[in-house]
């Protein structure tokens, strides 16, 4: 099953998607994609028939963030061993973990600001997993039956704020703009397999990123296991799993976004994003 919120920031609607393609509103049934309402076994009972009951919502409406009330936005550095290599850092032996803002997060397709002061503004696709049951020392066997679902993530850097001041990512990863998330949370049941998905993305039509999840050196199992041993994971907290080797940083000599850009990325079976990037207006 396909769900998505629709409409402007701030406004957008609960929808889940009828086999006919239509986008249905499910305010009727819940208050938002958050919270108790991303149980797994809530999302996926809710049958065609259901769906048939309920009001059609205009589609070219904005898609915004799929899941609302965001609790912790976890991300994994390095987890392709390619994109470690042009880092020039070794690949882990254990999940590199660091955390994004949630104030970071908008949908997949509104514009990206270029920071003030940035030079290094970079890209990299991610599969994101959105944790649908609170998961604490949970096993690799029992890990992904606590997945609400899947979701294509933008997880921009700034690589100078990242590596240069003072050693903490977290800086060159939290700039507002910097985690479109979506369009699409895409349930397990449509994704029987999330390391056997390709992604890519583009930047001005070049294709710079192109790889496949089977790639990640931790999997996403094994990641949600090893996350939980070190703090409660909640429904809503999503784990963007790490990118592959394509990023700006990596190119011979580093290419970085600039005002104007268009990076358009995706991940096989979960939708597409197209961000703009546009200056840093101290007005708006």
């Given at each position: 099953?396909?769900?998505?919120?629709?409409?402007?920031a701030?406004?957008?609607?609960?929808?889940?998607?009828?086999?006919?393609?239509?986008?249905?509103?499910?305010?009727?049934?819940?208050?938002?994609?958050?919270?108790?309402?991303?149980?797994?076994?809530?999302?996926?009972?809710?049958?065609?028939?259901?769906?048939?009951?309920?009001?059609?919502?205009?589609?070219?409406?904005?898609?915004?963030?799929?899941?609302?009330g965001?609790?912790?936005?976890?991300?994994?550095?390095?987890?392709?061993?390619?994109?470690?290599?042009?880092?020039?850092?070794?690949?882990?032996?254990?999940?590199?973990?660091?955390?994004?803002?949630?104030?970071?997060?908008?949908?997949?397709?509104?514009?990206?600001?270029i920071p003030?002061?940035?030079?290094?503004?970079?890209?990299?696709?991610?599969?994101?997993?959105?944790?649908?049951?609170?998961?604490?020392?949970?096993?690799?066997?029992?890990?992904?039956?606590?997945?609400?679902?899947?979701?294509?993530?933008?997880d921009?850097?700034?690589?100078?704020?990242?590596?240069?001041?003072g050693?903490?990512?977290?800086?060159?990863?939290?700039?507002?703009?910097?985690?479109?998330?979506?369009?699409?949370l895409?349930?397990?049941?449509?994704?029987?397999n999330?390391?056997?998905?390709?992604?890519?993305?583009?930047?001005?039509?070049?294709?710079?990123?192109?790889?496949?999840?089977?790639?990640?050196?931790?999997?996403?199992?094994?990641?949600?296991?090893?996350?939980?041993?070190?703090?409660?994971?909640?429904?809503?907290?999503?784990?963007?799993?790490?990118?592959?080797?394509?990023?700006?940083?990596?190119?011979?000599?580093?290419?970085?976004?600039?005002?104007?850009?268009?990076?358009?990325?995706?991940?096989?079976?979960?939708?597409?994003?197209?961000?703009?990037?546009?200056?840093?207006?101290?007005?708006?």
């Amino acid at each position: 099953m396909r769900y998505a919120r629709l409409g402007p920031a701030g406004e957008e609607i609960p929808v889940a998607y009828h086999n006919d393609g239509t986008a249905r509103d499910l305010r009727s049934l819940i208050n938002d994609l958050e919270g108790q309402y991303l149980d797994p076994d809530a999302l996926s009972n809710l049958t065609p028939e259901q769906l048939e009951e309920l009001p059609i919502v205009d589609s070219s409406l904005r898609f915004g963030p799929p899941v609302a009330g965001i609790g912790k936005f976890i991300c994994v550095g390095l987890n392709y061993a390619q994109h470690a290599a042009e880092s020039g850092m070794p690949a882990p032996e254990q999940p590199v973990l660091f955390m994004k803002a949630t104030s970071t997060i908008q949908g997949p397709n509104d514009d990206v600001v270029i920071p003030k002061g940035s030079e290094k503004t970079d890209w990299e696709v991610e599969l994101g997993v959105v944790i649908g049951r609170t998961c604490r020392h949970f096993s690799e066997d029992d890990a992904l039956g606590h997945v609400a679902g899947y979701l294509v993530v933008n997880d921009l850097s700034e690589r100078a704020f990242q590596l240069e001041h003072g050693g903490q990512w977290v800086k060159g990863k939290s700039c507002d703009t910097f985690g479109p998330i979506g369009p699409f949370l895409v349930t397990p049941d449509d994704v029987p397999n999330p390391q056997g998905l390709d992604l890519w993305l583009d930047v001005n039509g070049k294709r710079q990123q192109q790889s496949n999840t089977r790639d990640m050196i931790f999997g996403v199992a094994e990641l949600i296991t090893y996350i939980s041993k070190y703090m409660t994971l909640e429904p809503g907290d999503i784990i963007s799993t790490g990118t592959p080797s394509g990023v700006g940083l990596g190119l011979k000599p580093p290419v970085y976004l600039k005002p104007g850009d268009t990076m358009e990325l995706g991940i096989e079976g979960l939708g597409q994003q197209r961000q703009t990037t546009i200056a840093y207006d101290p007005v708006a």
